[in-house]
């Protein structure tokens, strides 16, 4: 399954935004989704994911209870509300099923660019 972000943007240092996944035509039930971020010239890096049975798998160390993942099943998406944004948050962020991210590096879409600055 293609999954798309959005919901990236230019806010401040301390400001939130809300990032959402969704699969084109299809349901994101039964995956478990992770959100990456990327900056350029680096590595992509999990920031987190959820189980398909809504656990949370893991929260990276930087988040440090600033970022939210969560299922919204009536819009099947799987959101990302990000406080307290950083400059260095800046990146594009992507989400990817857990199994695709792991398995299939052609299975990455376009992400979202979120920059954070004053």
């Known amino acids: 399954v293609q999954l798309q972000a959005s919901g990236g943007g230019l806010v401040h240092p301390g400001e939130s935004l809300r990032l959402s996944c969704a699969a084109s035509?299809?349901?994101?039930?039964?995956?478990?989704i992770g959100w990456y971020r990327q900056v350029p010239g680096q590595e992509r890096e999990g920031v987190s994911c959820?189980?398909?049975?809504?656990?949370?798998?893991y929260y990276a160390d930087f988040m440090k209870g600033r970022f939210t993942i969560s299922r919204d099943n009536d819009k099947s998406t799987v959101d990302l509300q990000m406080n307290f944004l950083k400059p260095e948050d800046t990146a594009v962020y992507y989400c990817?099923?857990?199994?695709?991210?792991?398995?299939?590096?052609?299975?990455w879409g376009q992400g979202t660019l979120v920059t954070v600055s004053s």
């Open positions: 990817n099923t857990q199994y695709s991210a792991t398995y299939d590096p052609t299975s």
């Open positions: 035509g299809a349901s994101l039930d039964g995956y478990s």
């Open positions: 959820i189980g398909y049975n809504d656990g949370i798998i």
